[in-house]
């Protein structure tokens, strides 16, 4: 039996998703839009603000990832967490200029009980305060931890699964891919959004793209959330050489993940620095309806916000975005 588009599948195979993947781009990006125009509003992108409230000197070795403590050739400022006021009032200067939603990263393995975890509660209580979704990024946490980031309102955490268990070895050995699952687990059963999704261009094959979002259409429901991020090499982590991936791949994983996961909000990631106007506008036709703005990504460069006005002009939404004098940045030299 033939299954049509956007039709809610959790038993999606890998040569499936493999197939699609490779469909003529056209095709491709033509049944995702409208996959997308069924599911979503076509003319609706959310912008989400994105904050490093705690930098560098992770434990963890992610090949990829700046904020290793292993990486030591990296230049990069080490912050401590930052004061919940600070943050708040962050939040709400992204609001200003036309954010939905704020997400927060610690550069932590995971979530230790005290006064630096109070303070993440304070500081998502305060964006919920300002009528907005909050996110966080903290690494593993246990059930009592979701439990509280639950009571204190947060809408999704952040855990990516990176790339796919097949490739997952090569790109990560401090934590296992079933950590990574485990804490999901944790995060759905109490009742918090989740926002999983990967990178590309680490040296994958296709195959372990679509392996990556066999996984994540195989969990139910869905991820409410799905970031597609491309490499941003940064010098000094071992993946500093990787070639930048062809803006067209990182048009088709989008589109990939619309078709594969109808109902979820596809976040046009890191590397959306190096794309032009038009292959942005690709990703947003093939399902992409979020992108992170501001001047920086965690660590990382990102599409300036005169860039983002001239973007959401061109597609229409020049009301939706304003540029006010000072956006939530950490200063710091690179990463992501």
Not at 237 to 243: E, F, G, K, Y
Not at 307 to 325: K, M, N, Q, T, Y
Request: proline fraction near 6%.
């Amino acid at each position: 039996m033939t299954v049509a588009d956007g039709e809610i599948r959790h038993d999606w195979t890998v040569d499936e998703i493999v197939t699609l993947y490779e469909l003529p781009l056209l095709e491709l990006v033509g049944r995702a839009n409208a996959v997308h125009r069924q599911r979503h509003d076509p003319n609706k992108v959310q912008k989400a603000s994105l904050l490093s409230i705690k930098t560098g000197g992770c434990p963890e070795n992610c090949a990829y990832c700046p904020q290793s403590a292993h990486h030591r050739e990296v230049d990069l400022t080490r912050d401590r967490l930052m004061d919940p006021t600070k943050v708040i009032a962050m939040a709400a200067t992204a609001k200003a200029a036309g954010a939905e939603r704020f997400c927060m990263g610690a550069a932590w393995r995971q979530v230790r009980d005290g006064r630096e975890f109070d303070a993440v509660i304070e500081m998502v209580k305060g964006v919920r305060a300002l009528d907005m979704e909050a996110c966080v990024t903290l690494g593993m946490l246990k059930p009592h931890q979701a439990e509280r980031l639950a009571a204190a309102g947060l809408t999704a955490y952040n855990h990516n699964l990176d790339t796919s268990p097949e490739f997952y070895g090569q790109i990560i050995t401090t934590r296992t891919y079933e950590d990574r699952l485990d804490t999901l687990a944790t995060v759905r059963a109490f009742g918090i959004d989740l926002c999983c999704g990967g990178i590309i261009g680490m040296g994958e094959t296709v195959r372990d793209r679509a392996s990556m979002l066999h996984v994540l259409a195989g969990m139910t429901p869905h991820p409410e959330s799905v970031p597609i991020n491309a490499l941003v090499p940064v010098a000094g982590t071992p993946l500093a050489d990787r070639p930048r991936i062809d803006p067209l791949e990182l048009v088709r994983m989008v589109a990939t993940a619309r078709l594969v996961m109808p109902g979820s909000t596809v976040r046009l990631s890191a590397g959306r620095s190096a794309l032009n106007r038009e292959a942005q506008i690709l990703c947003l036709v093939g399902g992409a309806n979020s992108v992170f703005y501001g001047d920086t990504l965690l660590t990382t460069p990102n599409a300036g916000l005169g860039e983002d006005a001239e973007l959401f002009a061109a597609i229409g939404e020049p009301e939706r975005i304003s540029v006010p004098a000072c956006l939530p940045s950490r200063r710091v030299s690179q990463g992501k």
